[in-house]
Structure formats: structure tokens, C-alpha cells
């Protein structure tokens, strides 16, 4: 079993929508690019091959790397209220309301005016006109305005996910921060414990004769030193829990008593348990792909703005003396076909269009960045994973020898056979190692999420 499976589909954002040929490159070029990226990565990821006996299961949503069911409901919490969330909420309202008033030019237009005069010496004069309107879209220019607007909502959506998607992840880091706080401050404890049962066997032995009082001016500094680190650690845990709190949104009196386990949840997965996944998954490769066909549309539009327009216009006209008889009992109707052409404005129009070409040449760029982001991304949290397993081994190998050798050395301090720095040495590995073995596992499970996220495991939509 190896890491092919990550990344074995070759599923890619295709391309539709009109666009002149000059521009469908760009999309083109997108498209290649990405099917490029993902077969680097499968090369990349068949080179380090690893072994699972134990069958795992699946991971398919983000919420899966750090299953905590007592997360949910900050999670929950946080996709209702969370405030950069709601602003790309309200974003996506406001793209389809953009795209409402782009179709409403592609429909006819109905206007109407009810007037009255009053002159003096002269009976009273009222008038009535209902005007049909309609462009013909010959050149599809509207059309295509109409379409970039369409695909704007799919990018606002891709951009929504992403968020979402940012928010879920950043709940996960800070509730593993507060795991790792409240473990921290556990080994710290159990440090500031073991130095005060080694003050208390130097009293002791300074009672007897064997140590003097220097030794324990060596030990009560190194008690005066955890305390002060476990000073740091609780205030630490404090603000870790008012960030996961701001990230809901609020401060909802039923999430503020917080309860996170003073352990790691058991969720390090074996890679070759992800889902099959793509780099098409990503939002902000959505959104920089969907940008590009946007941006090719509106080019198009600005060059067909420069072509002949046609127009029809239908009305119905009345007057009478009175308000009820101009209501169109005797109509006059009017229907006028109009072409017009621009022949003159100072180079506006052309110039447009080369800012709209520009526009979708920098869109190209922007997603050919992201593209080569997301590629890395995949590859330092791979490279990383790797990394982590091997120091993680060789930690806990240190660990089991540090403990070991702790309950040597206080064994042979009481016989006398070492002295006081060599036994405070040997707690500080012993805790030390502890320390630096928890803090390396939430790094592993944080590089999980970012993982995660540069495959395009996200949230539920």
C-alpha cells in the first residue's frame, strides 16, 4: 500500500462557456496546468511508500481528522455566526443579486407615464403612454455579460467553501491547542511534584550530613522555575480558550464552560486511508479557474460593444380631457426597429476591451500561483507527515529510556553514588522528553489538517 492512492484521480474543472480563441488558451493552459501539477504529485508521492496492517477508516470530510463529538457544537456554533463567515455569506447573496440585474437586460423593458395639463382659458389635457422596449442580443454581448455573471456565483460559492472550510480547520487547531495547553501544564505539574519530593529528600540528607545547603538552593530554583512555567501555561490555556470562543462568534453562555480531554483524540490516520482526492477540490482553485472564464466572457462583451446594437421599440400613446378617456380608449400605436454604432468616443471602447484582456491575462497568473501553492502545500504536509513518524519513534524511544533512567538515578542519589545536579539533569530529560513528545504529536495532527485542506478535504457544503 503506498501513497498513489492520495492522489490517483485525474479529475479536472472543465471548460465550458463561449470564448474567443485568444482567450479559451487561457482556460486551456489552466487545465493543462493542473493535470500536470497532479501527475508531479503522484510521482511525488509513489516514492514514499509505507506499510499499514490495520484497516482504517475513511476519511472523506475534514471533521474526520479530529472526530470529537463535544466540537460539534462549537463547530455548528461558529458556521451560524462567525462574522468573516456571514460576510462571505451575504457576498454570495450579493452576486446573485448581480446576476439578476445582468439577465434582466436580456428581457424587454415595459415603461408607462400617466400625465395631466391644466392651462388657463384651455379645457383640461391628459395623456397616457405604455412603451415596450428590447435590444436584440445579435452578437450575444448581454449574453455573455449575463454568463460571466453566473459564473461569478460559482466563484463566490468556491470562495464561501473556502471560508467555511478555514473556519472548521482553525475550531480543530484551537481545540487541539487547548489539549496540548492542558497536557503541557500536566507534565509541568508532575515536574514541580518530583522537585519537591527531591527538596524534601535533600532536607533530609542535609539533616543526616550528606548534602549541604547549596544543593537545595539548586533544587528550589529549579521549583521556583516550573512554577513560573506553569504560570505561563495556564494563562496560555486561558487565551486558547477565548480564541476558540471568538471563533463561534459570540459568547454563548452554553459553549463557555469548555471540556477538552487531556489527551489527543486517536485520529492519526495512515495517509493511505484519505479518500480518493484531487486537487480539483480545492475552493480557492475553483474560484481562480471560474475567474479566468468570467473574465474571458467580459472580455468578449467589451469587443462586441464595439459592433452595431438593434433595438425595438412598441408604443401605445393616448390623450383625452379626461383622466379615464386617456386611459387608452381610442390608442395610438408606434413601433420604431433602430440600429446604432458607435463611430466615435476617443478610443473608451478599445480601451476597455484591452483592460478586459489584461484583466483575464492577470486572472491566468493569479490561478497559475494558486496552482503552484496548492502543489506545495501537498507536498511539505506529506513531507512532513514522513518527518513527524520518525521523530515521533525515535521520541518516544527517548522517553522510555529518560524514565528508566530517572528511577536509576533516584535510586543511586539516596545511595549517595550521584549528587544533586546529576539527578536534576536527569528530570529535566525525563519531562523534557515528555514535553517535546506532546508538543511534536500536535504538530503531526495539525500538518493533518493542513493536509487535509491542500487536497481539498473540506466541510459539507
Excluded at 418 to 441: H, K
Aim: aromatic share 6%; charged share 25%.
Amino acid at each position: 500500500m503506498n501513497y498513489r492512492y492520495l492522489l490517483i484521480g485525474l479529475l479536472t474543472l472543465g471548460v465550458v462557456g463561449c470564448a474567443s480563441t485568444r482567450e479559451m488558451e487561457y482556460e486551456n493552459e489552466a487545465e493543462n496546468d493542473t493535470v500536470s501539477a497532479i501527475e508531479l504529485l503522484i510521482n511525488r508521492v509513489i516514492e514514499e511508500e509505507r506499510s499499514s496492517e490495520e484497516s482504517e477508516p475513511s476519511v472523506n470530510e475534514l471533521t474526520d481528522l479530529v472526530d470529537v463529538p463535544e466540537l460539534d457544537k462549537y463547530i455548528e456554533e461558529a458556521l451560524q455566526k462567525n462574522p468573516s463567515l456571514q460576510q462571505s455569506v451575504i457576498a454570495l447573496s450579493i452576486a446573485y443579486a448581480n446576476q439578476g440585474i445582468s439577465r434582466a437586460d436580456l428581457l424587454p423593458s415595459v415603461t408607462s407615464s400617466f400625465s395631466g395639463e391644466k392651462t388657463q382659458d384651455s379645457d383640461d389635457a391628459f395623456s397616457a403612454d405604455l412603451t415596450v422596449s428590447w435590444e436584440l442580443d445579435l452578437w450575444q454581448q448581454l449574453a455573455d455579460t449575463n454568463e460571466a455573471a453566473k459564473i461569478d456565483i460559482l466563484s463566490t460559492e468556491a470562495s464561501l467553501q473556502s471560508a467555511k472550510n478555514l473556519v472548521v480547520a482553525n475550531l480543530m487547531r484551537g481545540w487541539l491547542a487547548i489539549s496540548t495547553d492542558q497536557q503541557l501544564l500536566v507534565i509541568e505539574q508532575k515536574r514541580l511534584e518530583a522537585l519537591k519530593s527531591t527538596e524534601s529528600l535533600i532536607l533530609e540528607r542535609y539533616r543526616l550530613g550528606l548534602d549541604s545547603l547549596d544543593e537545595l538552593d539548586t533544587a528550589k530554583t529549579a521549583t521556583a522555575q516550573t512554577k513560573a512555567t506553569i504560570a505561563e501555561y495556564q494563562e496560555q490555556l486561558e487565551q486558547d480558550k477565548r480564541s476558540l470562543l471568538l471563533l463561534t462568534g459570540g459568547w454563548n453562555k452554553e459553549l463557555t464552560d469548555i471540556n477538552v480531554a487531556t489527551r489527543f483524540p486517536d485520529v492519526l490516520y495512515p495517509l493511505d486511508s484519505l479518500s480518493v482526492q484531487d486537487l480539483s477540490g480545492r475552493p480557492d482553485l475553483q474560484q481562480a479557474f471560474f475567474d479566468i472564464k468570467a473574465q474571458t466572457l467580459r472580455t468578449n462583451a467589451a469587443y462586441k460593444a464595439m459592433l452595431p446594437s438593434f433595438s425595438l421599440s412598441a408604443s401605445l400613446s393616448d390623450m383625452a380631457e379626461s383622466p379615464t378617456e386617456a386611459l387608452f380608449n381610442n390608442p395610438i400605436w408606434n413601433l420604431l426597429g433602430q440600429i446604432s454604432a458607435p463611430l466615435f468616443q476617443g478610443g473608451a471602447l478599445r480601451a476597455q476591451a484591452e483592460v478586459e484582456e489584461l484583466t483575464t491575462r492577470q486572472s491566468y497568473w493569479v490561478y497559475q500561483e494558486a496552482l503552484l501553492d496548492a502543489v506545495n502545500e501537498v507536498e511539505n504536509a506529506i513531507g512532513y507527515e514522513s518527518s513527524y513518524s520518525i521523530q515521533q519513534a525515535h521520541l518516544s524511544d527517548a522517553l522510555t529510556s529518560a524514565e528508566r533512567s530517572l528511577v536509576s538515578s533516584e535510586q543511586n542519589y539516596r545511595q549517595g553514588l550521584v549528587d544533586i545536579f546529576d539527578l536534576l539533569t536527569v528530570q529535566q530529560q525525563a519531562f523534557d522528553a515528555e514535553a517535546e513528545l506532546t508538543s511534536l504529536i500536535y504538530q503531526r495532527l495539525l500538518n493533518r489538517i493542513d493536509l487535509g485542506l491542500a487536497l481539498g478535504i473540506g466541510v459539507s457544503s
